[in-house]
Nanobody, 124 residues
Framework: VQLVESGGGSVQAGGSLKLSCVLS????????IAWFRQAPGEERSFVAALRWNDGNAYYADSVKGRFTITRDKDKRTAYLQMRDLKPEDTARYSC??????????????????WGQGTQVTVSS
């Protein structure tokens, strides 16, 4: 399984970005996909996750109401729409996938497949 992110960039505070994560490789049905982020000098943290089959979404408190995770089954693509971005959202964002839990784990160690990441920089 391969994951490829895109859509990162630099924006001013209050701006928006939409990240994409394309899944390719072996076909599998029920999986969970998540977005994590990591800023320099900080640990990786959970941002949002989605259960692919029914689209149930989960969010970190820090992004609730500002970020939305969705997926397009036909395009095998997950999205992270980010609005009202803040400087503290600056980080490298990575998508991840796993098959072994009914609900998306919040711990990145439970994910087996990762993309290379895309940088998001928010200036004040």
């Amino acid at each position: 399984v391969q994951l490829v992110e895109s859509g990162g960039g630099s924006v001013q505070a209050g701006g928006s970005l939409k990240l994409s994560c394309v899944l390719s490789g072996s076909t599998f049905g029920s999986y969970n996909i998540a977005w994590f982020r990591q800023a320099p000098g900080e640990e990786r943290s959970f941002v949002a996750a989605l259960r692919w089959n029914d689209g149930n979404a989960y969010y970190a408190d820090s992004v609730k109401g500002r970020f939305t995770i969705t997926r397009d089954k036909d395009k095998r693509t997950a999205y992270l729409q980010m609005r009202d971005l803040k400087p503290e959202d600056t980080a490298r964002y990575s998508c991840a996938a796993e098959l072994f839990h009914d609900n998306p784990p919040l711990d990145g160690r439970d994910y087996w497949w990762w993309g290379q990441g895309t940088q998001v920089t928010v200036s004040s």
